[in-house]
Nanobody
Framework: QAQLAESGGGSVQAGGSLRLTCAASGFTLSRHCMGWFRQAPGKGREEVAV?????YYGDSVKGRFTISQDNAKNTMYLQMNSLKPEDTATYYC?????????????????WGQGTQVTVSS
């Protein structure tokens, strides 16, 4: 079965950087769209970044975050720079079949357990 596992979360000060990793197993990244989402307390899940032939970013992270993947390692990354306190959230990676992806959270069939990112001022 397909599995996703996030790592790399932690606590940093505002203005700092962090790189999240999503290790995938049970499927091939090149045949799927991969996305990063986040959820802060009291908020719904928010799209952060997607890589699916092209890359897509949420408005709040454009210019600061970069999504990438290494197909040979079956791994996806999220480089986060210039972090702000409002970036504090649990971050999740997710996978969707390319054939059915329409940039909607419901398109993602598999989700990781999440990794916590805390940014202090």
């Amino acid at each position: 079965q397909a599995q996703l596992a996030e790592s790399g979360g932690g606590s940093v000060q505002a203005g700092g950087s962090l790189r999240l990793t999503c290790a995938a197993s049970g499927f091939t990244l090149s045949r799927h769209c991969m996305g990063w989402f986040r959820q802060a307390p009291g908020k719904g899940r928010e799209e952060v970044a997607v890589i699916c032939g092209n890359t897509y970013y949420g408005d709040s992270v454009k210019g600061r975050f970069t999504i990438s993947q290494d197909n040979a390692k079956n791994t996806m990354y999220l480089q986060m720079n210039s972090l702000k306190p409002e970036d504090t959230a649990t971050y999740y990676c997710a996978s969707a079949r390319r054939s059915g992806w329409g940039r909607d959270p419901n398109d993602y069939k598999y989700w990781g357990q999440g990794t916590q990112v805390t940014v202090s001022s």
